[in-house]
């Protein structure tokens, strides 16, 4: 596994420098046009550059989606928008649309292309034409067991493919859905998605007694039979490896820095040898569905969630470390600044998330002091940077967690 990939999620470019922090490999990103995730922040040109050459420096990647389906009016500026993305050096662009790949292959020729999964690759002759048209790497469709992935790599050996390893799936083929656009007016082909899924619903059947309707509900809380449950397949990554995948993709560009730091963090010691059964636990901690592992290990009839709410998880996002001051004196000990986000007060015992060896240790706050350096027994402001003894060299990035009782 360790030649593997780990590809997350970026939504803004702060949460591109949070997922190199903490050990991804590559990251994939959307721009202001094109991308199926209009309502995350995104990226301006300027800011892709920033990104592109701030993981350059690191030596890791970063790919930019352009996978919705493109109608005739979007091709006027998308040639252009493709010689833009290889001047900055993205190192990939994520395509869905054949016509969308034929314009790239014509405005930039070098610059390479990923399909993404709303292309629906299911079989590996799609993959092999995929390959013969240029195509470096296909993202495959979810909906593959691990012996058609084994199928696909042995047919098309020299074909890249990445495959999601975590996060929330959408309840349609491989993401194709019509129902924001029907309900809403909101096209998820073209990145509006209101996930609409996600809402309660009541059936109502007609009977053939009577000319009325027949209300249908789960229970008191309605009927969430769109609700799809979110991926987990942390216990079989060395499984993909062997059936030829090289990319796990963590799903969430709307999601949290938290819920990206908590995530990335898990996956990265897993990658690199780490305890199953101790990081386990670290992907409770941050709110999710109940987990499945939908169809990679064959055919699987338990992939909703019928309950609408997310667990809140095991742990609550307290604070971002922004600064350490080391002790001044053999006898004292080192203060952390720590940008606020969660209210907490003097005596609570935070827990450390870091990629460092700093994991998972606790402190208890002690002499807090608000930014001006006044005593602060109750830390209420939000985004206020406050301070407090610590005896860990924490770092930038470092996030400060409070376990739920």
């Known amino acids: 596994m360790k030649n593997c990939e780990l590809l ?115 079989n590996r002759e799609a993959v092999a034409m995929w390959k013969e048209l240029g195509a470096s790497r296909v993202v495959l469709a979810r909906e593959l067991s691990l012996r058609e992935i084994a199928d696909i790599h042995a047919y ?53 007694k009577n000319d009325g309707w027949t209300e249908v509900q789960e229970d008191e809380r309605g009927t969430y039979f769109l609700n799809s449950k979110d991926l987990n397949m942390s216990a079989h990554l060395s499984e993909l490896a062997d059936a030829g995948v090289c990319s796990f ?22 990658m ?14 941050a709110a999710h569905r109940d987990y499945t592992t939908a169809y990679t290990l064959g055919d699987n009839h338990e992939t909703v969630s019928y309950d609408n709410s997310q667990t809140k998880g095991t742990c609550e996002f307290i604070a971002v470390v922004r600064g350490y001051e080391p002790a001044s004196g053999a006898s004292e000990q080192g203060r952390v600044f720590a940008e606020m986000r969660t209210r907490f007060y003097e005596g609570d015992v935070l827990e450390i998330l870091s990629p460092s060896e700093h994991f998972q240790k606790t402190v208890t706050v002690r002499n807090m002091k608000d930014s001006t350096g006044a005593p602060c027994p109750d830390a ?14 924490l770092q930038e990035g470092d996030i400060l967690r409070r376990r739920r009782k």
């Open 249 to 270: 993709k963590i799903e969430g560009r709307m999601k949290s820095e938290y819920y990206l730091a908590t995530v990335v963090n898990a996956y990265r010691r897993l």
């Open 8 to 122: 997350a999620p970026a939504g803004n470019l702060k949460k591109l420098k949070l997922a190199f922090y903490y050990g991804a490999d590559a990251v994939y990103a959307g721009g202001k046009n094109f991308s199926l995730r209009t309502f995350a922040d995104n990226f301006t040109d300027d800011e892709l550059r920033e990104g592109i050459s701030y993981a350059h420096a690191l030596g890791k990647k970063v790919y930019i989606a352009c996978n919705i389906f493109a109608r005739n009016a979007d091709f006027s500026v998308l040639e252009d928008y493709f010689r833009t993305l290889r001047e900055m050096g993205a190192d990939a662009v994520l395509i869905s649309d054949l016509g969308v790949f034929r314009a790239c292959r014509r405005a930039a020729p070098h610059l390479p292309v990923h399909i993404s999964t709303q292309a629906n690759t299911t």
């Open 272 to 285: 690199d040898g780490g305890d199953l059964a101790a990081l386990e636990g670290e992907l409770s901690a």
């Open 156 to 208: 098309v050996p020299d074909m890249e493919l990445e495959a999601f390893v975590h996060g929330a799936m959408c309840i349609s083929y491989s993401g194709r859905c019509l129902l924001s656009d029907y309900l809403d007016g909101r096209s998820s082909n073209r990145g509006a998605c209101v996930q609409a899924c996600r809402y309660r619903y009541e059936i109502r059947t007609s009977e053939s």
């Open 380 to 393: 209420k402001r939000v985004q206020e940077v406050v301070s407090f003894d610590c005896p860990y060299a």
